[in-house]
C-alpha cells in the first residue's frame, strides 16, 4: 500500500494541550470540540460556568473525548488569572469577546473599557503567559479570533472595531517575535458566525439603524457579504485546526479572512 502523502496525513494533536477562551458557546465551543476531536488536552474558560459544564458533558459523551476538556471558570478582566492560565499550554485560542453597538456620542466608557480589556488586554496577558512554555519547547500555536471588523470598521462599534484592529496587531508582533522559536501566531477574521453574540446585537442593531428586525440580516450584518448567509462556528473551527496543524508551520503574521467576499469590494 502506498503511504499517504503528508499533506493528507490527519490532524494529531496528541500529547498537545490547548487553552480556548469563550469556550462555553458559538466559535469557543467549536474549537475547543474540533481540537479536542484531535487528540489535544483542552482547557476551556469562560465565566459561564453552566455553558462550561454542559460542553464538558458533550466531551463525555462523545466517543474519542472523554477527558479531553476541562472546564476553567475565569473571568477574563482578572488579567493576572488570565496569565497564569496559559502556562503551559502548546495552543492558545484567543475567542472571548462581547459586543456593544451604539453610537459613538452615547457609547458608555466603561463598556468600552470592559471590551477593551477582554478583547485585547486579555489576549496580550494570555500570550504573555503562554510563550516561556511554548519558547522553552520551541513550538507553539497562537490563533487569535478576530473578524472581519480588524479589516474593516461599522458604524456604532467602536469599542469592538478598536480591539479587533489590536488584536491583529498584537498577533502580528507575537509572530515576528515567536518565529525564532518555532511559535506561529495569526488571525482567523470571519464575517458574521451564527453565535449568540450575534444574535444577540440584532434588536441594537435595529435601534440603532432605525430599522425592523428582521431587515437587519439582510440590510446591516450581510449587506456586503458576497454569500448571503452567517458562517458556522464549525467552519471557523476548521480554520483553527489548519492553523494549528504541521502543515501550517510556515505560516505566520497573517489574516486567514472567513468573510464570504465582504473585502473582495
Request: charged share 20%.
Amino acid at each position: 500500500m502506498t503511504a499517504p502523502h503528508p499533506l493528507a496525513t490527519p490532524l494529531d494533536l496528541g500529547g498537545r494541550t490547548a487553552l480556548v477562551t469563550g469556550a462555553a458557546s458559538g466559535i469557543g465551543r467549536a474549537c475547543a470540540l474540533r481540537l479536542a476531536a484531535a487528540g489535544a488536552k483542552v482547557r476551556a474558560v469562560d465565566r459561564d460556568a453552566d455553558g462550561l459544564a454542559a460542553l464538558a458533558a458533550l466531551a463525555e459523551a462523545t466517543p474519542g473525548l472523554p477527558g479531553a476538556v476541562a472546564p476553567h471558570l475565569l473571568d477574563l478582566t482578572d488579567l493576572d488569572a488570565a496569565e497564569e492560565a496559559a502556562a503551559g499550554t502548546d495552543i492558545l485560542v484567543n475567542n472571548a469577546g462581547l459586543q456593544r453597538v451604539s453610537p459613538l456620542e452615547d457609547f458608555p466608557p466603561d463598556v468600552f473599557h470592559t471590551v477593551l480589556t477582554v478583547m485585547l488586554e486579555a489576549p496580550f496577558r494570555l500570550i504573555r503567559g503562554a510563550l516561556p512554555h511554548m519558547y522553552g519547547q520551541e513550538w507553539g500555536r497562537i490563533v487569535n479570533i478576530s473578524s472581519v471588523h480588524g479589516l474593516r470598521a461599522s458604524a456604532y462599534k467602536s469599542a469592538y472595531v478598536a480591539a479587533k484592529h489590536g488584536l491583529e496587531g498584537l498577533s502580528k508582533t507575537a509572530a515576528l517575535e515567536g518565529a525564532p522559536h518555532g511559535v506561529t501566531s495569526n488571525c482567523v477574521s470571519p464575517g458574521y458566525v451564527r453565535t449568540p453574540l450575534v444574535e444577540a446585537q440584532i434588536a441594537d442593531q435595529a435601534a440603532a439603524h432605525g430599522i425592523p428586525r428582521e431587515r437587519v440580516l439582510s440590510d446591516v450584518l450581510l449587506k456586503d457579504s458576497a454569500l448571503k448567509r452567517l458562517i458556522e462556528p464549525e467552519e471557523v473551527a476548521e480554520a483553527v485546526a489548519y492553523l494549528c496543524a504541521p502543515q501550517a508551520s510556515f505560516v505566520t503574521g497573517t489574516s486567514l479572512v472567513l468573510d464570504g467576499g465582504w473585502t473582495a469590494h
